[in-house]
């Protein structure tokens, strides 16, 4: 299984991005899909997820109203849409695939730095 992140960037305060985690080779059925931020210093942060089953979704409350998180399953995408966004966004994105509580695997991450 490979994920691949992309659609960072240096943006604005108040500006939008789009992250894309394209997700390669499943073969097998997975938990969700979710989006996680680390922070340089500061520890890594969960940010959002998709269930695999039903599509319900989470959003941290200091993302919730801003973030939207959505999945193309044909193009077996997921996405978070980041509008309003602001300097404390700034930090590298991380797409993670849950296939189970024990067996998980991460891509590589995307940076967004929002300038003030």
């Known amino acids: 299984v490979q994920l691949q992140a992309s659609g960072g960037g240096l943006v604005q305060a108040g500006a939008s991005l789009r992250l894309a985690c394209a997700v390669s080779?499943?073969?097998?059925?997975?938990?969700?899909i979710g989006w996680y931020r680390q922070a340089a210093g500061k520890e890594q942060q969960g940010v959002s997820c998709?269930?695999?089953?039903?599509?319900?979704?989470y959003y941290a409350d200091t993302v919730k109203g801003r973030f939207t998180i959505s999945r193309d399953e044909d193009k077996n995408t997921v996405y978070l849409q980041m509008d309003s966004l602001k300097p404390e966004d700034t930090a590298v994105y991380y797409c993670k695939i849950q296939f189970n509580s024990w067996n998980s695997k991460w891509g590589q991450g995307t940076q967004v730095t929002v300038s003030s």
């Open positions: 080779g499943i073969t097998k059925d997975y938990y969700l």
């Open positions: 998709i269930s695999a089953s039903d599509g319900s979704t």
